[in-house]
């Protein structure tokens, strides 16, 4: 198991930016993929961005492509959303969790517990 703590979150205008942080705890981070979940009020968790275990393979949801982009630092066991253009639509608790793979969309599932979150707003 890994414990994973999120950061980052907060309020921000159309077309801002932001950056999300995850810290994660256990020696399974550096081996793992991971990934970044969103949920917004009143609907399912969604899978947002992926990256596997050496960070040089991402993905990313059609919604975000282009004004997201995850990184990975595995001497830090840390996770990065780097999130450009935000929309109203973005408005939603960011959360990471490792998945099994980011090949697939078998593969978006979290492995872990889930965190509490960071809370992003996005006002139009």
Known sequence: QVQLVESGGGLVQTGGSLRLSCAASGRTFTIAAMGWFRQAPGKEREFVAGINWTGFRV?????????FTISRDNAK???????????????????CNRIPRIDTPQ???????WGQGTLVTVSS
Do not use: H
């Open 59 to 67: 993905y990313y949801a059609d919604s975000v492509k282009g004004r």
């Open 107 to 113: 593969g978006f599932q979290a492995l872990d517990a």
């Open 77 to 95: 066991s840390t996770m990065a959303l780097q999130m450009n253009s935000l929309r109203p639509e973005d408005t939603a608790v960011y959360y």
